[in-house]
């Protein structure tokens, strides 16, 4: 069983940055054949939405409201996810969660199929001051 267990967030101004973590605590996915990841966040009220996501041949996404400030990374060893969100906005404040889905591609990683077979961490607040 995948668990994912996520670290950083907090409190941050308009302009400011964090980096979000979400390691994999039992397993490497670099010993799987296809495996995707990404972050999804849910503001109050709204849809959980899409913030960025790659896959295990090394392709990208990023919605569209965050591209250029955000970057999506890994580890060397593969067991740890990263978010790098700079130059936030009011309008990033939401609950960030970390999925991973096994024997994937970008193009099957969606929001349904994450929540029907993948795995998520608990969910990392990140508040963003005016």
């Known amino acids: 069983q995948v668990q994912l267990v996520q670290s950083g967030g907090g409190s941050v101004q308009a302009g400011g940055s964090l980096r979000l973590s979400c390691l994999s605590s039992?397993?490497?996915?670099?010993?799987?054949?296809?495996?995707?990841m990404g972050w999804y966040r849910q503001a109050p009220g709204n849809e959980r939405e899409e913030v960025a996501a790659?896959?295990?041949?090394?392709?990208?996404r990023y919605a569209h409201s965050v591209k250029g400030r955000f970057t999506i990374s890994n580890s060397a060893g593969k067991n740890t996810l990263y978010l790098q969100m700079n130059t936030l906005r009011p309008e990033d404040t939401a609950m960030y969660y970390c999925?991973?889905?096994?024997?994937?591609?970008?193009?099957?990683?969606?929001?349904?199929?994450?929540?029907?077979?993948?795995?998520w961490g608990q969910g990392t607040q990140a508040p963003v001051s005016s």
């Open positions: 790659f896959d295990s041949d090394g392709n990208t």
């Open positions: 999925a991973a889905l096994l024997r994937c591609s970008l193009a099957t990683m969606t929001l349904q199929s994450n929540r029907l077979f993948g795995y």
């Open positions: 039992r397993y490497d996915f670099a010993t799987f054949s296809s495996y995707c």
